[in-house]
């Protein structure tokens, strides 16, 4: 476990953090992420000592990270930096075994390792052990960077905008990969970005700092449901617009079905029928089929198995029409949530999207839009080629592959 004490740091007169209080679990995933200069890789260095905050403490299980063996601290967390800092000099099997050379581990089993983590990340080890950094495009360079982090298995990595430096569609894959990567090793990670779409895909939670302080540290989805303020919700839609999602409509990203109900419909009935569906929210509609409000199945305030049906009239419901652009839609989303507001008890579902008639034709959870702004969602556009190392033939390859799908697959 990773805590941050009232941390500040002061370069001179710079404020660069103000009272950083943050805990990272074990086996947590963080993103700090925030605009250039907010103080994300100044945090990030103070657990591994690059950086002695100016009052305060960070604490690995406990102890007080100045307190630890330096080298001891440093060959227990990985680290992961834009350019990789790989050794020139050295092949890529040694770059990799760099630390558990360190730690004086046996050859067998240092190489052992070695193939083992290239497979991981990606790289055929026949090819890539006694190759160079410089026989690598850029992205596989980062691939090799994260196996070295990895190497001699310590419990936390730290990742500082490790795939900064890559074009989009490297970024992309590296960015999936690390996603499957995070679900093998189960490590504490903690990893700064600016990119919203990298946050989303990878962060159990997400702490977004402005000018040195937390502006909100919550799940992806907390952070879409109640932003803590305007600057949250603008960062994110802003982020999330310049995702790109092309001509992608509303209707097209809605995914979780929505039982109707007449509205003089009982309880007892619209518990039950939810039950069936199984889902916990549905919609009401007029004798016209359109939307007058949701309804939801929400555990009884006494407890128990018992539950209870909550409803909530249209105009308490974000409503969006299946015919209106996601990309249009979005920077009003957090924005809507907070005037809406959650109204105590049911947790907002998210957002209905009804027919030109008003008819409901489905939710779009909260879930569907943290999947959606990190890539996953059918339909999302692949990014510019501008970018691409034309050398770097797993990219050029990764890229046809994409074009011929047209899409990246859910
Ligand atoms: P981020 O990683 O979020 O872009 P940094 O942690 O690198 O931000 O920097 C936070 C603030 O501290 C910035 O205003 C930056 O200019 C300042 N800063 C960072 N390192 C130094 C340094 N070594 N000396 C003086 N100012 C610094
Ligand atoms: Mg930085």
Known sequence: MIRFENVHKYYGAVHAVRGLDITVRPGE???????????????????NRLIAPTSGRVLIDGTDVSEMPLVTLRRNIGYVIQETGLFPHMTIAQNV????RLKKWPRAKRNERVDE????????????????????????RQRVGVA?????????????????????????????????????VQKTIVFVTHDISEAFLLGD?????????VVQHATP???????????????IGDEAVSRQFDYLQMGEICRTPLPTFPADAPDWQIATALRKAGTAVGATIDPGGRLTGIVQVIPHAEGGNRTAVQRRPREHVRVARRDELVREFFPGLCRTNRAGGPTGGAVDP????????????????????????????????????????????STAAFFTRQRVKGAVAR
């Open 29 to 47: 995933f963080l993103v700090l992420i925030g605009p250039s200069g907010c103080g994300k890789t100044t945090a990030l260095k103070m657990v």
């Open 97 to 100: 075994a760099l630390v558990p």
């Open 117 to 140: 983590l290239l497979h991981l990340v990606g790289l055929d080890p026949a090819v890539y052990r006694d190759r160079y950094p410089r026989h690598l495009s850029g992205g596989q």
């Open 148 to 184: 070295r982090a990895l190497a001699a298995d310590p419990p936390i990595i730290l990742m500082d905008e490790p795939f900064g430096a890559t074009d989009p569609i490297t970024r992309k894959q590296l960015q999936r990969e690390l996603a499957r990567i995070k679900e093998q």
């Open 205 to 213: 939670s997400i702490c977004l700092l402005k000018d040195g302080e």
């Open 221 to 235: 989805e907390e952070l879409l449901r109640s932003p803590a303020n305007d600057f949250v919700h603008e960062f």
């Open 350 to 393: 998210g957002l209905v999207v009804v027919d030109e008639q008003s008819r409901p034709c489905g939710l779009v959870s909260y879930d569907d839009i943290v999947r959606l702004i990190a890539g996953l969602v059918t339909g999302t556009a692949i990014e510019e080629t501008s970018g691409a190392d034309p050398e770097d033939e």
